[in-house]
T-cell receptor, first 115, second 109 residues
Framework: DVKVTQSSRYLVKRTGEKVFLECVQD?????MFWYRQDPGLGLRLIYF???????EKGDIPEGYSVSREKKERFSLILESASTNQTSMYLC??????????????FGNGTRLTVT | GQNIDQPTEMTATEGAIVQINCTYQ??????LFWYQQHAGEAPTFLSY????GLEEKGRFSSFLSRSKGYSYLLLKELQMKDSASYLC??????????FGKGTRLHILP
């Protein structure tokens, strides 16, 4: 079974802090994704990565950056946290672009509160 | 632009059949996924369609019409545990996967 592990289930940070959300997958997947999920807005793609050191912007990348130094790890960085970044953050992984049928496997999510 | 539409909420009765529709407009298409998400949990994969037609998997079936930009998820013999949100997602160009806002399904006894 694929396991996607997010480092924290709940996180509380102050406005202006730099925040790191970590995600690790154990299935040698090429692709990794960061989404945020908000009531009424659904899952929105922030960034994704299709290979080590490669990244592409999703639909809402403003205020975020990512890092993928190793295949199994994908980090989401909030450079200066703001209250509108309070949300549930979901990491996911999947096989690469030769496997279009490959579904996303999600971590359990990190509920981030910025005060 | 990119848009994936599905109803916000639906209600059905235990034992009945329900159909959840999804329409999409995306710049590319490499398949459509359906996920189930129970409250407080991560989404889990239900089905994938890339060719037109119906895919059946137990009580759940998913249909795709590429020419119409339309899919539906059909749930038969509804059980209380089927109360959840159902998410429609499209694999756009390359590896990008975009989600609709989800349909919250309520099952009444």
């Amino acid at each position: 079974d694929v396991k996607v592990t997010q480092s924290s289930r709940y996180l509380v940070k102050r406005t202006g802090e730099k925040v790191f959300l970590e995600c690790v997958q154990d299935m040698d997947h090429e692709n990794m994704f960061w989404y945020r999920q908000d009531p009424g807005l659904g899952l929105r793609l922030i960034y994704f990565s299709y290979d080590v050191k490669m990244k592409e912007k999703g639909d809402i990348p403003e205020g975020y950056s990512v890092s993928r130094e190793k295949k199994e790890r994908f980090s989401l960085i909030l450079e200066s946290a703001s209250t509108n970044q309070t949300s549930m953050y979901l990491c996911a992984s999947s096989q690469g672009r030769t496997s279009f049928h490959s579904p996303l496997h999600f971590g359990n999510g990190t509920r981030l509160t910025v005060t | 632009g990119q848009n994936i539409d599905q109803p916000t909420e639906m209600t059905a009765t235990e034992g009945a059949i329900v159909q959840i529709n999804c329409t999409y407009q995306t710049s590319g298409f490499n398949g459509l996924f359906w996920y189930q998400q129970h409250a407080g949990e991560a989404p889990t994969f239900l089905s994938y369609n890339v060719l037109d037609g119906l895919e059946e998997k137990g009580r759940f079936s998913s249909f795709l019409s590429r020419s119409k930009g339309y899919s539906y998820l059909l749930l038969k013999e509804l059980q209380m545990k089927d109360s959840a949100s159902y998410l429609c997602a499209v694999r756009d160009t390359g590896d990008k996967i975009i989600f609709g806002k989800g349909t919250r399904l309520h099952i009444l006894p």
